[in-house]
Every structure is written in C-alpha cells, then in structure tokens.
C-alpha cells in the first residue's frame, strides 16, 4: 500500500537548522504533487510548503517564506523540507501529504524549537 515516513525532526534552539526526509513508497510519486503541512494541537493543519512532480514549481506559506525550502528526488522518491532560522512558533508536527492533500499522509515527525 501507499506509504509516507517522514524523519529528521527533534529538539533545536531558535534560530537552529533542520532538514526534515518523507520516503514514499507503493505509490507514482514522481507523478505525484508534494506538500509538507505542519500542526499545532487545536489547530487546523497548515500547507507550509509545495512542490510539483518535477520540482520546478515551488510555494510557500508567508510564515516560512525565506527561511524553508522544499525539494525532492525522485530517483530516492524522498521530498525534504530545510529549514533554517527556526523559531519557536514554528513548533508543531510535520507532515508530509500528495496531492489531493489528505488522501494520504506520514505519522508526522516532531520539531520542537526551544532553548
């Protein structure tokens, strides 16, 4: 079956990097549109960053623009997420998803952004 296992999330202090991986498998990624959405508990899921099949169509939120970028190999069918300049409202759960988001997503991984 259709599978999404994102990985690389964890502890870091304000201003810290990480590099977030989502592995796919069982599914056409490379025909597959990418989003990482991220979730803070009592809110609703917010679309943070996108990708096209071919990666040549990026977009992201304003509250990570600059700071995020998203990009993919489809050879490895990964998608990752860089983020650099974290700050601690960018705490949540993040989650990878194709599109039609929400037919298909990871069990999220965890970023947390504390001294």
């Known amino acids: 079956q259709s599978q999404l296992v994102e990985s690389g999330g964890g502890l870091v202090p304000p201003g810290g990097s990480l590099r977030l991986s989502c592995a796919a498998s069982?599914?056409?990624?490379?025909?597959?549109?990418m989003g990482w959405h991220r979730q803070v508990p009592g809110k609703e899921r917010e679309l943070v960053a996108f990708i096209s099949k071919s990666g040549g169509i990026t977009t992201y939120a304003d509250s990570v623009k600059g700071r995020f970028t998203i990009s993919r190999d489809n050879t490895k069918m990964t998608v990752y997420l860089q983020m650099m300049n974290l700050k601690p409202e960018d705490t949540a759960v993040y989650s990878c998803?194709?599109?039609?988001?929400?037919?298909?997503w990871g069990q999220g991984t965890q970023v947390t952004v504390s001294s």
């Open positions: 998803s194709r599109w039609p988001w929400g037919t298909l």
């Open positions: 069982g599914f056409a990624f490379s025909r597959s549109d």
